[in-house]
């Protein structure tokens, strides 16, 4: 039986890419599944927290005792996830956020009578920013990295630039890493520059490992 050491706790968790429009039936994507994101909320509900899933478009169904939220753009898992972060205890951001989108998404159907568009970009929200910025003492931030070069400076980078407590690195560019597939490989860092790497298992367990390791901050919030 799983552990209930989550009991009293609320988690959210983002799942997904997102999908930018360029006109009303095209978009700009990734890769992301929302395998890890999913795997994530059912381990924290399984060991007793309330969990909130914000997702963007995926193929994976419902899980079971969780409430979801399913968004498509940048601006939307802003918005949603704002909502919800005031009363989470921990918020983990496993989406593949966009981190362009086009700059004015066309009205109509892009034409190709009208020869091959160029197509302007401009940076989506940082979300996970913007949660650092407001994070209220107590709060646990866990940010995803999804790099292929420079992996641990871009992450002691991101947890100073970003005020996370805990940045889970993958090494996309492996096998049985990132995307996609039911495994992941992951190093996790931590604010004071410590790291573990830990060996490829099911994202099931990598989530398991993650919530084993949350840094809980000393001071515990007050119950709302
Ligand atoms: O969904 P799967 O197929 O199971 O794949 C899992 C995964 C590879 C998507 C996941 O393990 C992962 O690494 N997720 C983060 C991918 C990513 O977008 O990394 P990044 O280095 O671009 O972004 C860093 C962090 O900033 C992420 O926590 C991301 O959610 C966040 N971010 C990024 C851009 C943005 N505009 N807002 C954000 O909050």
Avoid: C
């Avoid at 969780?66 to 949603?80: F, G, K, S, W």
């Amino acid at each position: 039986a799983a552990r209930r050491d989550l009991e009293g706790r609320t988690v959210l968790v983002t799942a997904g890419p997102t999908r930018e429009p360029l006109d009303p039936i095209r978009f700009l994507s990734n890769r992301s599944s929302g395998k890890m994101g999913f795997a994530l909320a059912e381990a924290a509900r399984d060991r007793g927290a309330r969990v909130v899933l914000v997702t963007g478009p995926v193929h994976l169904p419902d899980p079971a005792g969780v409430q979801v939220i399913r968004v498509e753009t940048a601006a939307q898992m802003l918005e949603a996830v704002l909502r919800h972060a005031p009363a989470a205890d921990a918020v983990i951001k496993a989406a593949a956020v966009a981190d362009f989108r086009p700059a004015r998404p066309a009205a109509h159907k892009i034409k190709k009578e009208a020869g091959a568009p160029v197509v302007e970009l401009e940076p989506t929200p940082d979300i996970l920013k913007e949660l650092g910025r407001r994070k209220a003492p107590g709060q646990v931030l866990v940010g995803f990295a999804a790099e292929t070069q420079d992996l641990l400076e871009n992450a002691n980078r991101k947890i100073r630039e970003k005020n996370l407590d805990l940045i889970v690195l993958n090494d996309v560019t492996q096998p049985g890493a990132g995307f996609e597939v039911d495994t992941n490989i992951v190093t996790l860092v931590y604010r004071d520059g410590r790291h573990e790497a830990l060996p490829p298992m099911p994202k099931r367990q990598v989530a398991d490992a993650i919530l084993d390791r949350l840094p809980w901050p000393r001071v515990r919030r007050e119950a709302d």
